[in-house]
């Protein structure tokens, strides 16, 4: 798919889902470089890096967008032309499209082993990482009900609906402001994530984190759903998540809105929920606790406090 089209899809959030924006952006990458029309390398370059800032502009909040594009963007060091550079970028963009695929999967059979036969989950938004949890515990033949909220503004909820239906799981659809009617009924809360920061909170749709106060006061547990890339190495540095705020138009009515000038309308798309409200993370490579966050950075991710000496040359302008 052409570039400035594959960037328009994830900013109009026709592509949507942290995940997926991922794997979008990097096959944008893949068709961009394979379609350049040139030989010469230092335009070639110019030319992937200008592809790869646009994507990383669509969408501010999702860390999977960027830590995909620059796993994608790495392969280019050292590539002497552009047949090379084509080929690298090819190859980077398959392997973490098809490990984005691998780490949905095994996410599902690890978070399907916290689910109990009779269990009553309650998730929201549309999460691929959290779907593929209950959706595997159900082929595993365990007795599920999910309840799944509507997700206004712009009504993820059908979509999560849509899969559990399709799947045969008894699901109830509730309003967002019904959860806490319902949290008694609920034994576990899965929720995906768009990032997750270095002390281990979690940026999701907006809404999780009332719904993970919810959970905390009534002691139901909070899992949640998410791949290694949406953890977000910078906020070692202190670099805070930016939360989206879109077009107040998906609120409300913008004819409404103009007979109401003393009226603002806020529009976030994500919240940040604490750690401390949230017992497990479900990753590839393990459920682990928010506290074990700075780890999977520093181990799996291999951004240590030396790689950003490292990156940003904070080394030489210590010894200045
Ligand atoms: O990657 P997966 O698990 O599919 O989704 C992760 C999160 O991405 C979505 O954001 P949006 O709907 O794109 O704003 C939701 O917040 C969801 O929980």
């Given at each position: 798919?052409?570039?400035?089209?594959?960037?328009?899809?994830?900013?109009?959030?026709?592509?949507?889902?942290?995940?997926?924006?991922?794997?979008?952006a990097v096959a944008a990458l893949r068709d961009h470089a394979a379609g350049l029309d040139t030989s010469d390398t230092a335009s070639f370059l110019r030319s992937m890096k200008e592809a790869a800032d646009l994507l990383v502009a669509?969408?501010?909040?999702?860390?999977?967008?960027?830590?995909?594009?620059?796993?994608?963007?790495?392969?280019?060091?050292?590539?002497?032309g552009v047949e090379e550079g084509?080929?690298?970028?090819?190859?980077?963009?398959?392997?973490?499209?098809?490990?984005?695929?691998?780490?949905?999967?095994w996410i599902g059979e690890i978070g399907a082993r916290h689910i109990s036969d009779g269990d009553v989950i309650?998730?929201?938004?549309?999460?691929?990482?959290?779907?593929?949890?209950?959706?595997?515990?159900?082929?595993e033949g365990k007795a599920i009900e999910v309840f799944a909220t509507e997700v206004r503004p712009r009504n993820q909820g059908l979509l999560t609906i849509q899969a559990l239906n399709d799947a045969g799981i008894p699901t109830n659809f509730i309003v967002d402001s019904a959860v806490r009617s319902y949290i008694n009924d609920v034994d576990l809360v899965i929720t995906g994530a768009d990032a997750i920061t270095v002390n281990g909170a979690v940026v999701n749709k907006i809404g999780t984190a009332q719904i993970a106060l919810t959970a905390h006061e009534a002691r139901t547990p909070m899992l949640v759903a998410a791949e290694t890339y949406k953890f977000a190495p910078r906020t070692i540095l202190g670099e805070r998540i930016a939360i989206e705020e879109r077009e107040t138009a998906e609120v409300l009515d913008p004819a409404i809105a103009a007979g109401l000038p003393h009226v603002r309308v806020r529009n976030p798309a994500f919240d940040v929920t604490p750690g401390r409200y949230v017992d497990l993370i479900v990753t590839e490579i393990g459920a682990i606790p928010p506290a074990m966050a700075y780890m999977i950075i520093r181990d799996h991710l291999g951004w240590g406090i030396g790689e950003f000496h490292k990156a940003f040359e904070i080394d030489e302008r210590i010894q200045e």
């Open positions: 798919m052409l570039l400035n089209e594959t960037a328009e899809q994830i900013r109009s959030m026709e592509i949507r889902g942290a995940g997926r924006i991922a794997r979008s669509t969408r501010p909040t999702a860390v999977s967008l960027p830590n995909a594009v620059q796993a994608v963007m790495r392969s280019l060091e050292g590539v002497k084509r080929a690298a970028i090819k190859a980077a963009s398959d392997s973490f499209i098809l490990s984005s695929r691998h780490a949905v999967e309650l998730t929201h938004c549309n999460s691929e990482a959290a779907l593929s949890c209950i959706l595997t515990a159900h082929r």
